[in-house]
C-alpha cells in the first residue's frame, strides 16, 4: 500500500480522509471560515502539503454534493508530484454557501505521473474517428 505524508500547515488542519474505503478521492477540509459567494473565484486554505513515496500527483475535484447543492466547481485543480506547499482549492459556485473550519470542501484523487518524451511528426496515424471533434461520437 503507498504511503501519502501529510504535513500540517497550520494548527487546525485536519488530514485528508477517505469515507469509505473504496472511495477514489481523499477528503480535504478548510482550516478557515468565509461565504462563498456565486461566480466568484474563491481561494480556500485546507492547511496542509502531502507528497507520496512514489510519482504520485493529485487532482483537486469538487465533492458531488456540493456540486448538486450548490453548484460548485473546483478549477485549476492539479498537485504535481513535487509540489509540497500548502493545497489552496479555488472553488467557484453558482450560489452562495458559507464554510466553516473543518468543512469538507473538496476531494484530491490520486494520479500516476508518467515521463515521457514529446515528439514532433509530420503526420499522426490513421484512426477511425481521425480529426472528426465535438458530437462526432453520436451525442446530441
Given amino acids: 500500500m503507498l504511503k ?4 500540517k500547515y497550520h494548527k487546525d488542519a485536519k488530514l485528508p480522509k477517505k469515507a469509505h ?3 477514489l478521492g481523499f477528503d480535504l477540509y478548510s482550516v478557515e471560515e468565509m461565504i462563498i459567494r456565486p461566480n466568484e473565484v474563491n481561494r480556500i486554505r485546507t492547511g496542509i502539503g502531502m ?6 500527483g493529485f487532482l ?3 465533492r458531488s454534493g456540493m456540486a448538486n447543492k450548490y453548484g460548485a466547481e473546483v478549477i485549476a485543480g492539479v498537485i504535481d508530484a513535487e509540489y509540497t506547499g500548502e493545497i489552496i482549492v479555488l472553488m467557484k459556485t453558482i450560489k452562495t454557501f458559507v464554510v466553516d473550519k473543518g468543512d469538507k470542501i473538496a476531494q484530491a484523487i490520486p494520479m500516476i505521473v508518467f515521463d515521457f518524451d514529446i515528439n514532433e511528426v ?3 496515424d490513421e484512426t477511425s474517428r481521425g480529426q472528426k471533434g465535438f458530437g462526432s461520437s453520436g451525442n446530441k
Avoid: A, H, T, Y
Fill in 60 to 62: 483537486l475535484k469538487e
Fill in 122 to 124: 509530420s503526420e499522426l
Fill in 51 to 56: 507528497k507520496c513515496e512514489r510519482e504520485i
Fill in 4 to 7: 501519502v505524508n501529510v504535513k
Fill in 21 to 23: 474505503s473504496g472511495d
